[in-house]
């Protein structure tokens, strides 16, 4: 994690000489000290995505200027670009149901101080994990959920969101398909784990789907939400192999393991702005 605060900025458009060149001069004109430069070129699509990160401690523009002077650069070359400071962390809502591995992973992490985010809340569909989320200082707020009452929860699950000033949603076991309403109001920034890897077993109960199938390994998926169910841009996978001779009792029990840590990878790497959407794929610049 950065020492001193840092700018950051991600960036995609056609692919062209003179790119680097002329975003790196940007910054060197100003006085940026480069600390980190990553770039992708995807020759199908003639496309480019790049991500620079630079130290703010001499740079001559302040921050509130950095982004219309960068438009000059950006509308020239056609880019699409996000502007991100390090000093500007992340405000997460971490949504759940009963299921308890990943809540209490996040939050470990984040009382170790290796999560540098703010989580000012917990949302729920239950009242089952209040006491974890309680036991490490974060409000916790019961949504109870019919079919009757969805649509009004979500609203006001929204105005709670905004009432905090939530940027990031991280789906942990949140076991509720959340609304297009929803979903519009943190595009790319709702982070879901998937108990599969994704496009095998979608929906629920993939770890009986897994059994029944006798695989031979099972995996966890990290995704963007969209409004495609478990159809979203895919940040992070992993896997483990299993044999004939696990139940579904311990494909659940190894599966846990496997989404406490691919969940927690991919929100790394969203909370430090290393990825990039463009379509329904990432760029994660690691």
Known sequence: MPTSDTATLLIHCPDQPGLVHDVTGFIFSHGGNILDLEQHIDPLGNLFFMRVEWSLEKFHLEKEEIDSRFSILGRRHQMWWKLHFASQRKRLALFV???????????????AGELPVEIPVVVSNHEVLRPAAERFGIPFHHFPITPANKAAQEEAQIALLREHGIDTVVLARYMQIVSPALIREFPDAILNIHHSFLPA??????????????????????HYVTEDLDQGPIIHQDVMRVSHEDSVADLVRLGKDLEKTVLAKALWWHVMNRLLVYRNKTVVFS
């Open 97 to 111: 149901s009963k299921e308890s591995h990943c809540l209490y992973d996040l939050l470990s992490r984040h009382e």
């Open 201 to 222: 077993f979608v929906g629920a109960k993939p770890y009986h789907q897994a059994y029944e199938r006798g695989v031979k390994i099972i995996g966890a998926t990290s």
